[in-house]
């Protein structure tokens, strides 16, 4: 049964997901208050009630943002309950580490709709938007990004199936020896048992993993933008955007500090990181420091586009760019760049270069093109389960543990059966978060199929 | 035939006189209704149609359960008990189950007089031809002889009597049970008050006589020693105790069968309906599982005045001269005789989802349905309903509330949402994998899980509370590591609370989660869905959903939820719309 607890504190974003200048969290429930408090600072103590407080968030001593709360006291809120909303910069990041304070502070991530269910019982609602929680229910986000999320859970739930079918099987061997009142079934083979329970757990805590994956679909694909002082970094970006976001000049290292915005390309959703270029010979701190944050933005991309200038020659910065992305994180694209395309060439462009002029836009079909080639890639072949909602994320991660829980179960000298099965049961019901509830009939099923089971 | 309107009108009417008709009887009688017990043959009350015995793996539970709340199976297997075995002791205090072989005349008997001496019980041999209705309610029965006689609430568990057809090979014959007359008439009566009747089927092996089986080649089946009792209210068992034998099927057995199929009503599509997976006759066996070499068999004996052996494991409806070539090919009965041929029946069964979950019918109220007849398989299945049945149409006649038990509660609970929640299509046998909360619903604590409702509502007379009382307080202490006081006269006794506190002890960490779950879902199964709701006006639910809960009518969201084709989005959604008219804003 998946009917959500109503009692307990939740928080999710009420925004749309995707980039936005602003993004707005809310969390509700008895214990929202005293989450909220555990990482704003200074800590509100007796909030006012629907006062805007501009309050920081930390992260274990580190500034996370400087956000805007407002608290809500129940029944005077949207739910009904104690509500806090906290508007912070949309940044996926910051998004992500406040939801994720949030949860550690004891609250849980809400399912679709749950928001608008508990303001439904509150009475705030009326009947036409409370049937709209079917809609909240089944929806994420809107056209193209949707069709494609709904795809990826597709192909998700597959896997989910193909798991949840081999954890009934697991299960059956158990029920069917419990419910043998004729003790006419061999004793199970433990090895054989221990090795498939240990794949399925391999397979669930894998599914669990890609959670990191999905999260980029959902919250859209990092790009960040490097390379040497005045390659042309900050024009390409205004040239990708359509409009001056940065503040571009001849001069070499107008950006000091990273820059972000996002792009909506054939439906996904795309995060530019502009970044301060690498400069061989940085001469003041503050140029150092761009750096270093450059050097971490890098390190955080899903894509890295390494931009050189083709209208000089190279220089020692060039090949401190180069050598600067050996940082990204595994998996990530590196897209190499030869920008100012409009002007004569003067370096031979290496395998894969895309000659880009943000002047003439030549060039930026291709590169956006081949921006949401990976993502796109997710989507068609469906191969690729992607996880992309926390709480099948939570589902599938609680599954593993109840599978690792069994696996310490079946080491033991004599398992004790009916032990077993309840680690088992558990992980399906949390697989029931994602796929909908085992029955015993489908256990049952399993059972006859491959035993003899007399009367 | 005479008309005669009997003088006097009865609270409750059960007819039919198996387990679920005796133990509904009784329940009826001990919360103080009149009750009448309508059976085609008095001496065939509780009679054991097929196995000589009484629990089994999960069924077991089912049977400590009848006995707490204050039911008599238990005691009347106790009372027959010939051989007793408790099943699982390998396995945790959870799946341990009793089971006891009864000697089928001395079980009949104890709960013949048990129904007897019931006050306010009175069973009388006729047939029940006709459900008497007034004001779309029921409100009588009429005999087959013409007697009409009055009742606040009916109660039927017909078994598998109405319209029971008897295969033998490809001959049939009427029959509710093998020389006993069908139901025809109340088949009749139920399906004009709009009843949905199906078919289903089951069956049973034939009989031995011992001078013909070799036991020296067959495996020893020791009993318990000492015998372990079901019931609290039974001091000890006094009978001797005999083993039963165990042999198997030989490579020429599944020779014969093979030979065998085309006389077979099962697979020469005689038989349609669908029998119970568990319980396979020895032709299913052999044809689904052909790489199974050899099948377990179980003589087990069918009392201590007969020399009648049941052979369980080879339920067949194979014709007679295949059934002896059977028997002979088993290794210890190439000489044995069959005295009594194996057989298939089939019968009708009402569709459990046209019953709501105390068992009262939403077709027809004040008519209520419990055993075979809702579509399961098994003395304790019946009984355990009959006891739900029959309290429940006593409370009804007398203007009480009716009692439903949940799933976190008792295996009756599970069966019943069962039955009611998903139907069945095929007989319903208990499982204790069918129990989500198994680690709560053991053996050893129905009493504790169970007893104070039976002693609220007076199915356990009131003089037991002080003894019950002690008792649980005895498991608390224990529980608490502190010491237990000593336990005043009474059914219960200490070793049973050191039992349970010892295996609370050991499931502690896992009982823990189940209560918490089961204390979330509690909340949801107290959500009511009102019998009039308007499925097909609620349009934001999708299509299939619609259709399932319209079939199906839950009585709670939690068991919507358990409605398969409903998923959890569909339940939320539910919730809305029911929390919308609760608050009368639809």
């Known amino acids: ?325 050996a940082a990204m994180a595994p998996g990530a694209r590196l897209i190499r760049v030869l ?117 | 035939m005479a008309d005669f309107n009997y003088p006097a009108a009865f609270d409750v009417i059960v007819i039919g006189g198996g387990h679920a008709g005796c133990e509904a009887a009784l329940a009826s009688a001990r919360l103080g209704a009149s009750t009448l017990l309508l059976t085609q043959d008095l001496d065939t009350l509780a009679q054991m149609s097929c196995n000589p015995s009484i629990g089994g793996v999960g069924k077991g539970q089912l049977v400590r359960e009848v006995d707490a709340l204050g039911g008599q199976m238990g005691r009347a297997a106790d009372a027959s008990a010939l051989s007793s075995q408790t099943l699982n002791t390998s396995k945790g205090a959870a799946v341990r189950s009793p089971r006891a072989q009864c000697d089928k005349k001395m079980y009949q008997a104890a709960m013949k007089l048990a129904v007897e001496r019931a006050p306010g019980l009175l069973a009388v041999q006729d047939e029940a031809a006709e459900i008497l209705t007034r004001a779309g309610r029921a409100c009588g029965v009429r005999t087959a002889r013409g007697t009409r006689y009055a009742a606040g609430a009916v109660v039927v568990t017909a078994g598998t009597f109405m319209r029971g057809l008897i295969h033998i090979g490809l001959d049939t014959f009427r029959g509710g049970r093998y020389n006993h007359p069908p139901s025809d008439l109340l088949s009749k009566s139920l399906r004009g008050l709009g009843f949905r009747l199906g078919r289903l089927k089951t069956g049973t092996p034939m009989r031995l006589l011992a001078r013909g089986i070799d036991f020296t080649r067959c495996e020893r089946q020791a009993p318990n020693s000492p015998p372990v009792p079901f019931s609290h209210f039974t001091g000890k068992i006094t009978n001797p105790q005999l083993p039963c034998w165990i042999t198997r099927t030989s490579a020429r057995t599944a020779e014969v069968i093979r030979g065998a199929l085309h006389n077979s009503p099962l697979y020469s599509g005689k038989i349609n309906s669908t029998g119970p997976r568990y319980c396979p006759s020895i032709e299913d066996k052999v044809v689904k599982f052909p790489h199974h070499g050899a099948h377990h068999l179980f003589l087990e004996p069918e009392g201590f005045n007969t020399d009648e052996y049941y052979v369980n494991g080879l339920s067949t409806s194979l014709p007679e001269a295949t059934q002896l070539e059977i028997v002979r090919s088993v290794p210890g009965l190439e000489k044995a005789e069959i005295v009594r041929a194996g057989y298939a029946i089939e019968y009708d069964y009402s569709d459990p989802a046209q019953l709501d979950y105390t068992l009262q019918t939403r077709v027809l109220p004040g008519l209520f349905m419990a055993g075979q007849v809702n579509g399961t398989t098994g003395y304790e299945e019946a009984a355990a309903q009959g006891l739900i049945a029959g309290a429940n149409a006593a409370l009804l006649a007398q203007g009480k509330e009716l009692i439903v038990l949940r799933r976190d509660e008792a295996y009756i609970g599970v069966m019943i949402d069962d039955l009611v929640s998903k139907g069945v299509d095929e007989p319903y046998r208990m499982f204790t994998s069918r129990a989500e909360y198994r680690l709560l619903l053991r053996a050893d604590n129905a009493d504790l899980r169970l007893a104070p409702r039976a002693l609220a509502l007076g199915l356990l007379p009131k003089n037991l509370e002080k003894s019950f009382t002690a008792y649980r307080a005895a498991v608390d202490a224990l529980l608490a590591g502190k010491k237990p006081k000593a336990l005043p006269r009474g059914p219960w006794k200490l070793a049973a609370a050191r039992f349970t506190a010892a295996t609370e002890k050991t499931y502690a960490m896992y009982i823990e989660r189940s209560r918490k779950e089961a204390e979330r879902l509690k909340k949801f199964e107290h959500l009511r869905i009102p019998e009039d709701f308007d499925y097909a006006a609620a349009r934001a639910l999708p299509n299939e959903a619609r259709h399932k809960l319209q079939r199906h009518r839950p009585g709670t969201l939690a068991q919507a939820g358990r409605v398969p084709g409903v998923t959890p989005a569909d339940v939320q959604l539910l919730w809305v719309l029911l929390e919308k008219r609760r608050r009368g804003t639809v």
């Not at chain 1, 002007?343 to 003439?360: D, F, I, M, Q, Y």
């Open chain 1, 1 to 325: 049964m998946q009917l959500p607890d109503i009692n307990d504190t939740i928080a999710a974003q009420a925004t749309p997901p995707g980039a936005g200048a602003i993004a707005v969290i809310r969390l509700s429930g008895p214990r929202a208050f005293a989450a909220a408090a555990s990482f704003l600072s200074p800590a509100p103590k007796a909030p006012v009630h629907a006062a805007a407080r501009m309050l920081s968030v930390h992260d274990g001593g580190r500034l996370v943002d400087k956000v805007v709360a407002l608290f809500f006291h129940g029944p005077a809120s949207y739910t009904g309950q104690d509500t806090v909303e906290i508007s912070c910069h949309g940044s996926p990041y910051i998004i992500r580490t406040i939801m994720n304070l949030a949860v550690r502070a004891g609250a849980r991530p809400a399912g679709p709709g749950e928001f608008t269910l508990r303001a439904f019982l509150a009475g705030k609602l009326d009947l036409a938007q409370a049937e709209g929680v079917a809609e909240l229910i089944s929806a994420g986000s809107a056209g193209a990004h949707l069709a494609a999320i709904t795809q990826v859970e597709g192909s998700l739930s597959q896997k989910v199936r193909a798991a949840k079918a081999g954890l009934v099987g697991l299960l059956s061997e158990l029920e069917a020896r419990l419910d043998d009142s004729y003790e006419e079934i061999p004793a199970l083979r433990l090895k054989d048992f221990s090795r498939r329970a240990a794949a399925a757990r391999k397979v669930i805590a894998g599914l669990a993993g890609s959670f990191e994956a999905g999260r980029g679909i959902r919250e859209g694909c990092k790009v960040v933008i490097a390379g040497a002082p005045n390659a042309g970094k900050s024009s390409l970006l205004n040239a990708l955007l359509g409009r001056d976001r940065a503040m571009v000049s001849p001069e070499a290292g107008t950006t000091r500090d990273t820059l972000e915005d996002s792009l909506e390309i054939d439906g996904f959703s795309v995060l530019f990181t502009d970044t301060a270029g690498l400069n061989a010979r940085a001469a003041s701190r503050l140029e150092r420091e761009g750096m270093r944050r450059t050097a971490a933005a890098i390190a955080r991309a899903d894509a890295v586009i390494l931009v050189r200038d083709g209208s000089i020659r190279g220089t020692a910065s060039d090949a401190l760019a180069q050598k600067e992305t």
């Open chain 1, 339 to 455: 920008a100012k395309a409009d002007l004569p060439l003067r370096r031979k462009p290496v395998a894969g270069e895309l000659p880009v002029s943000a002047k003439t836009g030549t060039g930026l079909p291709r590169l956006t093109a081949a921006l949401i080639a990976g993502q796109k890639k997710i989507f068609k072949d469906g191969a690729q389960a992607v996880v992309t909602s926390a709480r099948h994320f939570a589902a599938l991660s609680e599954a593993a543990q109840e599978l690792g829980k069994l696996q310490e179960l079946l080491a033991r000298k004599d398992p004790p059966a009916e032990l077993a099965a309840e680690r088992l049961r558990a992980a399906l019901a949390d697989l029931g978060g994602i796929l909908g509830e085992t029955t015993p009939e489908e256990v049952l099923a399993g059972i006859f199929s491959s035993f003899c089971v007399g009367k």
